[in-house]
Every structure is written in structure tokens, then in C-alpha cells.
């Protein structure tokens, strides 16, 4: 299994501004990801992160809007840019782990955001 | 058309009943299949996991996958009030985390 940590679970934010959010898991994984939660919808995955290479975007997502960092084995940022409210969302690091039966999907608490 | 199809309810059921959600989906290469409970202001948690058609059951949890109509659903028995919560499907081509496609999630209310 593993915990993973976001910062910060909740923020307000201006339009025209920029959130990071930040992931931190307590142990190392190869793989992280971010989704996107809006309400009403599914969730729906921005991109794949892996340390030391690019992230590779999903269809929809772009790395000027959604950059991301990946510095090390166990943190990831993903950055909102030049936010407009249709950016209120949810916002969730997940990461792959060997679980009960196989590898699987855990995931933070999330990042709720708020545009206005 | 989604790629997968969840009713978003709410559902609210009596406690002690058995609760039936489902999905379908359009994808036929689809061979893992997942169910996620998330509670409020929580991350998803993996309930269930099934790779291709059939049962699995787990405690009062049971999830059914038939692809050939490519339908999944879940069972509760006995339901809770803990099991309040969201339930989201998911799916992918292969085992792990990577390129999960979720469903809408099914808002569960369980009362006592």
C-alpha cells in the first residue's frame, strides 16, 4: 500500500492565477499520476508522470495549462495555470503499488479547488 | 458517448438491503475491471477488482463482469451505513494504475 499526502486540500483561488498542488507518497514509485474530478463527472486522468522524462498528457490535457514535476521517486507537483472557474475541480495524485492482489491504484485525499 | 456509462443516482436504500450497482461500457479490449468506494472528501480506495468475465466475491461484496454484454456490476448485501459513500467503476486494457477509465460514480446512501 502506500500514503499519499496532497497539499493543500482545499484553496480559493483568482482567476488569472496559478495553484501548485503538491504529492508526496512515503515510499518510492515509479509511477504517479493526476486526475481531475469535476463535479458531475468522472474522473479523468490529466497525465502520467514518471521520474526523470517528460509527463505524457492525456487527449484535452496540455503541459502550458498543466505542467508538472517530478524531481524525485516520492513527489510530484501538478501546477494549474492561468486559472478560469471552469478549473474548479477536484484535483487527485494517484500512484501504482503492488496492493492485495496485484499492483493497483492508491490515491490522495485530493485538492479542492475553487475559481472566482 | 462515454466510454463508460454509470447511473450518478443518488441511491438510498434501507439498511440490511442489497444494494445492485452497474456499469456498462463501449470498449470490448477492456480486461481489468475495478470498483472504488470514495467517501466524502476523501481519495478513491479500491473496493473490488476482476480481470475478465465472472464473479469475485469478497465478505458482503460481490462483483460481476460480463463482457460479453460488457456490463459489471457490483453487489452489496446486508448494506451499512458505513458503506455510505461513492462508488466509481473503472476499467482498463491492463493490470495496474495506468490508464484507469472511470465511470460517473454512484452516490450511495445507506439508512439506518
Known amino acids: 500500500s502506500a500514503v499519499i499526502s496532497q497539499k493543500p486540500s482545499r484553496d480559493i483561488c483568482q482567476r488569472g492565477t496559478s495553484l501548485t498542488i503538491q504529492c508526496q507518497v512515503d515510499?518510492?514509485?515509479?509511477?504517479m499520476f493526476w486526475y481531475r474530478q469535476q463535479p458531475g463527472q468522472s474522473l479523468t486522468l490529466i497525465a502520467t508522470?514518471?521520474?526523470?522524462?517528460?509527463?505524457?498528457?492525456e487527449s484535452g490535457f496540455v503541459i502550458d495549462k498543466f505542467p508538472i514535476s517530478r524531481p524525485n521517486l516520492t513527489f510530484s507537483t501538478l501546477t494549474v495555470s492561468n486559472m478560469s472557474p471552469e478549473d474548479s475541480s477536484i484535483y487527485l495524485c494517484?500512484?501504482?503499488?503492488?496492493?492485495?492482489?496485484?499492483?493497483?491504484?492508491?490515491f490522495g485525499q485530493g485538492t479542492r479547488l475553487t475559481v472566482v | 458517448q462515454k466510454e463508460v456509462e454509470q447511473d450518478p443516482g443518488p441511491l438510498s436504500v434501507p439498511e440490511g438491503a442489497i444494494v445492485s450497482l452497474n456499469c456498462t461500457y463501449s470498449?470490448?479490449?477492456?480486461?481489468?475491471f475495478m470498483w472504488y468506494r470514495q467517501y466524502s472528501r476523501k481519495g478513491p480506495e479500491l473496493l473490488m477488482y476482476?480481470?475478465?468475465?465472472g464473479n469475485k466475491e469478497d465478505g458482503r461484496f460481490t462483483a460481476q463482469v460480463d463482457k460479453s454484454s460488457k456490463y459489471i456490476s457490483l453487489f452489496i448485501r446486508d448494506s451499512q451505513p458505513s458503506d455510505s459513500a461513492t462508488y466509481l467503476c473503472?476499467?482498463?486494457?491492463?493490470?495496474?494504475?495506468?490508464?484507469?477509465?472511470f465511470g460517473q460514480g454512484t452516490r450511495l446512501t445507506i439508512n439506518p
Open positions: 515510499s518510492q514509485v515509479t509511477m
Open positions: 473503472a476499467m482498463s486494457l491492463r493490470q495496474g494504475a495506468q490508464k484507469l477509465v
Open positions: 494517484s500512484v501504482e503499488v503492488a496492493g492485495r492482489v496485484n499492483t493497483e491504484a492508491f
Open positions: 470498449n470490448s479490449a477492456f480486461q481489468y
Open positions: 508522470a514518471n521520474q526523470g522524462s517528460e509527463a505524457t498528457y
Open positions: 476482476t480481470y475478465s468475465s
